[in-house]
């Protein structure tokens, strides 16, 4: 079901609901990304669990004409989302830069009693700056989004076995947005210390990480008190869209240890 709710800042924010259970898992994508990201997971999960799909503003059919592109904003954004759904036992689950928007939006949801990050934050002690990332990013996306979408990103974003049909997707979708606008739904990734942000989180964290680039977890639970994660091989950026029914088997692994725990 299609719903809608109002964040702080009176942005519109898309997201839908289905299944059932005790436990609320939201979804919340990545760079560029939308509600649809989620199908596979929506449909393999939704007999257990209560499964929403969000889209943060300036993301899917959520408003776009935010004027603070801040961190906090898409903490807000989560927020409203689970303030809408009213449920007593949350799960979040973050994917690239919504990894570190989760951390923060769980520090004002009470209901969230644990966290699954998806290839995100996997070094809490390496981050860019806004400098670096004007340099290295912005820079090309502003001169030629074409051709960083189609030649400059795949090198981060993709392994050797993507399938063909997830990069083509991706850049299509990429390629809906205007440069500018791009730049401005990511830049509140560099412009936040998250590390100030997880020593304040208290609740389990469990990350789904891909072997293309290593996690330092000596690193992360300097910050991250309960911190642990798992891998999944031979896939890029996007798990849950590279190799759908492993990444689901593996997630159901997760919220099983983190809901017998008795955190959801």
Known sequence: MEKYTISSDGQKIHYQ???????TIIFIHGWLGNTEWWADQQEYFKNGYHIIQMDLAGHGKSDSSRQEWISSRYADDIKAVADAVNSQKIILVGHSMSGAYVLEASLQIPQVKALVLIDTLKNLDESFTEEQAEQIMFTHYRNDFKYAVEHF???????????DKVKSRLQHEFLQNEPEKAINVLRPLYTTDFRKIAEQVRIPVIAINSDASPTDLEANRKY??????TTITEVGHYPMLEKPEEFNSILDGVLKKLTSAGNA
């Open 17 to 23: 609901e289905s299944g059932s259970g005790n436990t």
């Open 224 to 229: 991250l008190k309960d911190y642990d994660y």
């Open 153 to 163: 990103l795949p090198q981060y974003l993709f392994a050797e076995k993507t399938p």
